[in-house]
Each structure stands twice: as C-alpha cells, then as structure tokens.
C-alpha cells in the first residue's frame, strides 16, 4: 500500500478528495521506530504529530519518585500529540513504541498551510479532539473517583464500544500495563479479575476475556464495587 492509500484510510483524513490526500503525502515524514525508543520526551517542542500506521504507542507520565502512569495507548489509524499543532506548544507527557511502530509524522508548519487551503481538516480534526477530550475526562474521572473494580469495568465496556458491542475480547497490552493504566498494580488487577470471574461479570482465559453480563458490567463501572 503507498502512502496517499495509508493516509486514505486514517480515519482523521477519511472522506478527502485525492487532491488533499496528495498534498498530505507531499508533508509526511515516514518514521520506524524499535519496540522501547522514546517519540517524544514530556517538555520536547511540538512541532508536529502522528498517526500510527503499525505498531502500537504508549503515552505516559512519570512521577517524582518513578512510577509509570500509562495514559492512553494509541493503535494504528489513530492520531497522537496533535494539541501543539494547534497550540504550538511543548508535548505535555511522554510516547513510546511497546512494539516496532511505523508513524507518519505531519509537521506543524506545513499541516497548518494546508488547513488554510483546506478548512475541512480542521473540522476532521475537531472532531477526533472532541472524542479524545471526552476519553481523557472519563479518564480523569476514573482514576480520581472511582475504585479499581470500577475503572476495569470501564475500560472493558471502551473496548467493547471499539469493538461494536463485541463480547469477545483480547487484551493488546500485558495486564502489568493495563495495571498502569488503570492506575493500580497488576496484583490487584488480577484479584480483581478473578472476582469479577467469579461474579458471572466475565470469563478469562489468558489475555482473552468474554464479556458475560454486559449490564453487570455497566453498573459496576457506574457505582464502582464489587
């Protein structure tokens, strides 16, 4: 597949006329980077973003004494660190490849000549940050008001929603980092599992997990305990 068909099927640019789409290929920078090499360092200059073609991407934070807080991971089709190409900022956190990535990289500058041509990116655009800001809120939400039952029950009904209503679901990411994710550590995580297993919520079986009882899984995400 060349680069106009891979920036054709990037949901952020889907729809564009191929004119727009070349203009795209004409900015792109083609990048790989090895499973553990840091993207971009929290403080680095935002001078453009990416999308991951392959691969898959870990945004996180880390404390003053060293912890890891995953705070989203992004897989192929999806965009990330696009805020400083409208703020013009620095990156407010960390990326890193969890396995070999193949990203596209749009510089600032030239991306936004290209909106001014093009004022229909802008909107595409908008409307991948308006999802984002929602999954960021329900984040914040999780992490700050909700026990750790509820945040996986949360996070279990995201993967289904990405899945459209799929029960069946495998985890892309090891149950250390989903830990991190969800703001805990994976001794909890997995006696938490295995409660929610033994509650008809689920079944487990290694990195798969089938939903059972979608509802159950709904309340327990809203009230947040066992």
Known sequence: MGIIQD?????????????????????????????????FSEGDDGNGFFVAITGRVKIYKMSPDGKE???????????FGEVPVF??????AN????????????????????????????????????????????????????????????YLLYLSDKGEGARDLELSITKGQLASL???????????LGKMSGQGLIETEGPKIKILDP???????EWGHL
């Open 7 to 39: 920036i054709a099927t990037i949901p952020l640019f889907r729809g564009l006329p191929d004119k727009h789409l070349e203009d795209l290929a004409m900015i792109v920078v083609d990048q790989v980077f090895q499973r553990g090499q840091v993207i």
């Open 69 to 79: 807080q995953i705070l989203h991971i992004f897989e192929p089709g999806e965009p």
């Open 95 to 154: 990326a890193e490849a969890m396995k070999e990535c193949r990203l596209y990289f749009f510089p600032r500058d030239s991306f936004v000549h290209l909106i001014k041509k093009n004022p229909s990116l802008a909107l595409n655009m908008l409307a991948i940050l308006s999802k984002r800001l929602r999954r960021f809120t329900m984040l914040v939400e999780n992490l700050s008001l909700k026990e750790v039952p509820g945040r996986l029950a949360a």
């Open 182 to 192: 969800l703001g805990t550590i994976p001794e909890t995580l997995s006696r938490i």
């Open 87 to 92: 703020t013009g900022q620095q990156f407010p």
């Open 215 to 221: 509802r159950g899984l709904e309340d327990l995400a």
